[in-house]
């Protein structure tokens, strides 16, 4: 069965530091994938999407992330996060029938 | 752009009432999602229409849940009679089509049954 893995359920990163988030999924075919945010009381954003072409995807936000077909990975990375940054974040795969199936989600904390 | 648009945003009541969950998606957008999502955790798809026709409510809970989609626009989920256990956020999420995979979500609900 298809699924996605977040593995960190929080992360903490000082104000101006890099970061890297990490979603890995279970899925046979080629994947639909995405990253999406959180912020308290907000509904979801996307942030990002990667369909097919380029494995370097670019975002909203200064956000980008690597599909890596080898690893099942799709890690999300910014260079240099912001106080505004905090939220949750959450890695999702489209399937063939084109539902999205959701990891847990990450819970960025910025420390200043 | 009017973005998905919820109502309400909150709401407590207390156990074995009815509630009901209002949705209005992107003007154009064909596809319209009914999520749960409990606190830290990814939403879970309860029911996915395309135009009003449900084309996936496997995961609906038909003994208490239901839902329309009347003219294939807004959308009402309700719940009766409601459980401690339904307390969660209720999203509604929308897309231009089914195989449009980019979905815009709504702000939420948050149920709260006491």
């Known amino acids: 069965a298809q699924s996605v893995t977040q593995p960190d359920i929080h992360i903490t990163v000082s104000e101006g530091a890099s970061l890297e988030l990490r979603c890995n999924y279970s899925?046979?075919?080629?994947?639909?994938l995405f990253w999406y945010v959180q912020s308290p009381g907000q509904g979801l954003q996307l942030l990002l999407k990667?369909?097919?072409?380029d494995t370097l995807v670019q975002g909203i936000k200064g956000f980008e992330a690597e599909f890596k077909r080898s690893q099942s990975s799709f890690n999300l990375r910014k260079p240099s996060v912001h106080w505004s940054d905090a939220a949750e974040y959450f890695c999702?795969?489209?399937?063939?029938?084109?539902?999205?199936?959701w990891g847990a989600g990450t819970k960025l904390i910025i420390k200043p | 752009e009017a973005g998905v648009v919820q109502s309400p945003r909150y709401k407590i009541i207390e156990k074995k009432q009815p509630v009901a969950f209002w949705c209005n998606p992107i003007?154009?957008?064909?596809?319209l999602y009914w999520y749960l999502q409990n606190l830290g955790q990814g939403p879970e798809l309860l029911i996915r229409?395309?135009?009003?026709?449900?084309?996936?409510d496997s995961q609906l809970p038909k003994d208490r849940f239901s839902a329309e989609r009347l003219k294939g626009v807004d959308s009402t989920l309700k719940i009766q009679p409601a459980e401690l256990g339904d307390s969660a956020v209720y999203l509604c999420?929308?897309?231009?089509?089914?195989?449009?995979?980019?979905?815009?979500f709504g702000p939420g609900t948050r149920l709260t049954v006491t």
């Open positions: 999420a929308s897309s231009l089509s089914m195989m449009q995979g980019e979905q815009y």
């Open positions: 003007s154009g957008h064909n596809t």
């Open positions: 229409y395309e135009n009003e026709e449900a084309v996936d």
């Open positions: 899925y046979g075919a080629t994947p639909y």
């Open positions: 990667y369909f097919s072409g």
């Open positions: 999702a795969v489209g399937d063939s029938n084109y539902q999205l199936i």
